[in-house]
């Protein structure tokens, strides 16, 4: 594995970490970190056991593989201040909601590769999907590497860009859908008479089973809600409440809401 930088250790930079580290697919000597606080430093330094730098420049200038991982607005200054530490042998990978590859291009020139990355934060639990993008420049080496840290917290698809403000609405803002709608259950179950930690702990626990089963029996969604619905139950009543309200459409609209404002963000 090349020498991996990591400008930004905020919730998805550390996450991802967490994720590089526990999953094996990095060792903590090849990666270098970057974090403005004083304070954070000093955190993220003690508890990974990693080397933790102040300045994005110093990262890039030691590293191969950079990820940024700053907030979008902070993403310009660090941009220009790493821009001709990027060669045609190192690969800028951004996941900054909002910044497209080509004002990535504009702002770094056209030798380092650059790849734009969706994840979520489910990248904390290993669980994490990635969609990613790439545009080689001058870059001469192959993108293994980039796919195996991609993989190192979850799953990874490479999409054209011009899906990514869409993938952006339905997975990298997803969790908080279904974190929403358990949430709504738990609420209701305590409404409806349970106490608040049992409550708390059927709707977590009922996500958690579904998402694993969705996942591993190959089943389509809609064969696993057929399966506990069986007719004149309690599910079809529950379903068909759902439905009166509308709730495919105001998924719908969550969703199409979600990726007008990633386009209002992209630049």
Known sequence: MRKVGLIGVGNMGEAMLRGWLSSGVIEKSEIVACEKSAEKREKIASRYRIRVLQEPRDVAEL?????????????REVLEDIADTLDDEKCLVSIAAGLSVDSIRMAIGSKACVVRVMPNICARSLASVSAYCVDLGNYKDGLEDIKLLLSGFGEAIEVSEDQMNLITAVSGSGPAYFFYLTEALIKAAILLGLDEKIAALLARETLWGSGKLLKESGLTPYELRMAVSSPGGT??????ELENGGFEELVRKAVSRAMRRAEELTK
């Open 235 to 240: 599910t079809v009543a529950a379903i068909g």
């Open 63 to 75: 590293t191969e593989i950079i990820f940024l991982a700053v907030k979008p607005q902070d993403s």
